[in-house]
């Protein structure tokens, strides 16, 4: 299991009720989340004791145990994990918290704070169906049968309640990546419970197969960042594990004279599954198009260092779904692609293969100091994610292009998997508050609201953050 980010146990002689009365103990835990959320801990207190006192509503009183995960935003690297590329996330302060307590039962029951996302009960099993598609204890469900069938003895049952979005967490659908923070906070929970002490490849790649169970065919960047995030720094992650499974990753600290802001389009397309898992298969049919020229590669990175040019002749501008299957070119099923789609497969692929060396550039232009660089490559991976990847949205357009031409950004982009979602935007300090501004007049006028923006603050590794005993 990952280093956890255990303050302490906290040996407290107060039920989580009591803990909510109590003030000495408000102040004492606000200095114990300090580590994790710095000046917010505070606020991050009250919404501690809050879901505390919560829970003790659904679980009753007793013995609670506190794990979070945070969300992130990708500085640059966008759908290049899945081709075993590189990345460079940052993780948010904003998270996912559980509370949680074991049961003896086999059974979990489920309750989240947000009252939209109704209670759910399951039985643990190596086989554990899925609730209506959509439906957020998925998420849950696919962490419990990943380490039911790791340990299918040891494992037992859970009360937990989720703590989200309003006010200070992530919003489903933000990009932000809510969901890979709830499946990350689940096993690390059902892993605890389980006894299991798991190495991070391992934890990484079961939170992903969980994701699968799902439905859609991500990454491990999510994950990943949420398990090795540092404050104040983005992790660069090669995504190609090793012969020994082991992946290369480094901590880049951000440049101190700048703010990232996000800028939330407020806009979530539904059928988000569906056209990632498009982009993937795309990629798959590149991967195998290549393969009668350059035998035994397995994913578009292994073709990182040959020149585009000589790549682009071998992979077909477009292809539907079925003469892509009868063809061997795609061979393994995609949820969600339908026989009637037409994949754009050199364009996807000219975007990863682009995409992984801009990566490298910004991984040494942050090095160099050199900002106005990582710029000009955010700009540039945002066209490429807009006109070769197709994600963008008339609203991300609009975050874009009027940050783009605010006082003191040096780049902006559309962030996570697309179609929606936010845009990052790299500004000096202290242009910030202005940049922000003007982001939202234009965007009022464009769309008739304002958008959400905030700046982004960095946040700690996922982990066990306390137990409280009653
Ligand atoms: C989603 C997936 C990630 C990654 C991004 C796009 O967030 O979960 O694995 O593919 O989209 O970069």
Same mark, same amino acid.
């Given at each position: 299991?990952?280093?956890?980010?255990?303050?302490?146990?906290?040996?407290?002689?107060?039920?989580?009720?009591?803990?909510?009365?109590?003030?000495?103990?408000?102040?004492?835990?606000?200095?114990?989340?300090?580590? &994790?959320?710095? =000046?917010?801990?505070? /606020?991050?207190?009250?919404?501690?004791?809050?879901?505390?006192?919560?829970?003790?509503?659904?679980?009753?009183?007793?013995?609670?145990?506190? $794990?979070?995960?945070?969300?992130?935003?990708?500085?640059?690297?966008?759908?290049?994990?899945?081709?075993?590329?590189?990345?460079?996330?940052?993780?948010?302060?904003?998270?996912?918290?559980? /509370?949680?307590?074991?049961?003896?039962?086999?059974?979990? %029951?489920?309750?989240?704070?947000?009252?939209?996302?109704?209670?759910?009960? $399951?039985?643990?099993?190596?086989?554990?169906?899925?609730?209506?598609?959509?439906?957020?204890?998925?998420?849950?469900?696919?962490?419990?049968?990943?380490?039911?069938?790791?340990?299918?003895?040891?494992?037992?049952?859970?009360?937990?309640?989720?703590?989200?979005?309003?006010?200070?967490?992530?919003? %489903?659908?933000?990009?932000?990546?809510?969901?890979?923070?709830?499946?990350?906070?689940?096993?690390?929970?059902?892993?605890?419970?389980?006894?299991?002490?798991?190495?991070?490849?391992? $934890?990484?790649?079961?939170?992903?197969?969980?994701?699968?169970?799902?439905?859609?065919?991500?990454?491990?960047?999510?994950?990943?960042?949420?398990?090795?995030?540092?404050?104040?720094?983005?992790?660069?992650?090669?995504?190609?594990?090793?012969?020994?499974?082991?992946?290369?990753?480094?901590?880049?600290? &951000?440049?101190?004279?700048?703010?990232?802001?996000?800028?939330?389009?407020?806009?979530?397309?539904?059928?988000?599954?569906? #056209?990632?898992?498009?982009?993937?298969?795309?990629?798959?049919?590149?991967?195998?198009?290549?393969? %009668?020229?350059?035998?035994?590669?397995?994913?578009?990175?292994?073709?990182?260092?040959?020149?585009?040019?000589?790549?682009?002749?071998?992979?077909? #501008?477009?292809?539907?779904?079925?003469?892509?299957?009868?063809?061997?070119?795609?061979?393994?099923?995609?949820?969600?692609?339908?026989?009637?789609?037409?994949?754009? *497969?050199?364009?996807?692929?000219?975007?990863?293969?682009?995409?992984?060396?801009? *990566? #490298?550039?910004?991984?040494?232009?942050?090095?160099?100091?050199?900002?106005?660089?990582?710029?000009?490559?955010?700009?540039?991976?945002?066209?490429?994610?807009? =006109?070769?990847?197709?994600?963008?949205?008339?609203?991300?357009?609009?975050?874009?292009?009027?940050?783009?031409?605010?006082?003191?950004?040096?780049?902006?982009?559309?962030?996570?998997?697309?179609?929606?979602?936010?845009?990052?935007?790299? *500004?000096?300090?202290?242009?910030?508050?202005?940049?922000?501004?003007?982001?939202?007049?234009? $965007?009022?006028?464009?769309?008739?609201?304002?958008?959400?923006?905030?700046?982004? %603050?960095?946040?700690?590794?996922?982990?066990? /953050?306390?137990?409280?005993?009653?």
């Amino acid at each position: 299991m990952p280093n956890h980010n255990v303050i302490r146990n906290r040996q407290s002689t107060t039920s989580p009720v009591d803990l909510a009365q109590n003030g000495a103990e408000l102040a004492g835990l606000t200095a114990e989340l300090a580590p &994790l959320y710095g =000046d917010q801990s505070a /606020v991050q207190a009250e919404r501690y004791v809050d879901a505390l006192t919560q829970f003790s509503a659904f679980a009753g009183p007793g013995p609670a145990w506190l $794990f979070r995960a945070p969300g992130r935003v990708n500085l640059i690297g966008e759908h290049t994990d899945y081709n075993n590329g590189f990345v460079m996330p940052i993780a948010l302060d904003r998270d996912i918290l559980l /509370v949680v307590r074991p049961r003896r039962d086999r059974t979990v %029951r489920l309750a989240n704070i947000e009252p939209e996302f109704e209670q759910s009960a $399951f039985t643990v099993s190596e086989e554990i169906p899925q609730a209506s598609p959509g439906h957020w204890s998925n998420y849950v469900r696919g962490a419990a049968q990943m380490i039911a069938r790791l340990a299918p003895d040891a494992f037992t049952g859970m009360d937990c309640l989720a703590v989200g979005a309003a006010p200070l967490g992530l919003a %489903r659908g933000s990009g932000l990546s809510s969901s890979s923070a709830l499946t990350v906070s689940a096993t690390l929970a059902l892993a605890h419970f389980a006894g299991l002490n798991l190495p991070p490849e391992q $934890f990484v790649q079961i939170c992903s197969d969980a994701e699968w169970y799902v439905g859609t065919r991500g990454g491990i960047m999510d994950q990943f960042i949420s398990l090795l995030a540092r404050r104040d720094h983005a992790l660069f992650l090669d995504c190609r594990p090793d012969v020994n499974g082991q992946y290369a990753t480094r901590h880049v600290p &951000l440049p101190a004279a700048y703010q990232i802001l996000i800028a939330d389009s407020g806009v979530h397309h539904s059928n988000v599954r569906g #056209e990632y898992n498009k982009r993937v298969a795309s990629c798959r049919i590149g991967v195998a198009s290549l393969r %009668r020229k350059h035998p035994g590669i397995t994913h578009l990175r292994d073709v990182h260092s040959i020149p585009w040019g000589e790549l682009a002749p071998s992979l077909p #501008e477009q292809i539907g779904a079925v003469k892509a299957a009868t063809s061997g070119l795609l061979d393994t099923d995609i949820p969600g692609l339908e026989p009637a789609d037409v994949l754009h *497969v050199r364009a996807c692929c000219r975007h990863v293969w682009h995409e992984n060396h801009r *990566v #490298e550039q910004a991984l040494a232009a942050l090095d160099s100091g050199d900002i106005a660089a990582v710029g000009a490559l955010l700009q540039a991976a945002h066209a490429s994610a807009r =006109d070769d990847y197709a994600i963008s949205t008339p609203e991300i357009e609009t975050l874009v292009a009027s940050a783009s031409a605010a006082p003191g950004v040096v780049g902006a982009r559309l962030t996570g998997a697309g179609w929606g979602g936010c845009v990052l935007v790299l *500004v000096r300090q202290e242009e910030a508050v202005h940049a922000a501004g003007v982001i939202q007049n234009s $965007f009022l006028s464009a769309h008739g609201r304002v958008p959400t923006i905030f700046p982004c %603050r960095t946040g700690a590794a996922a982990g066990l /953050v306390a137990t409280v005993d009653a």
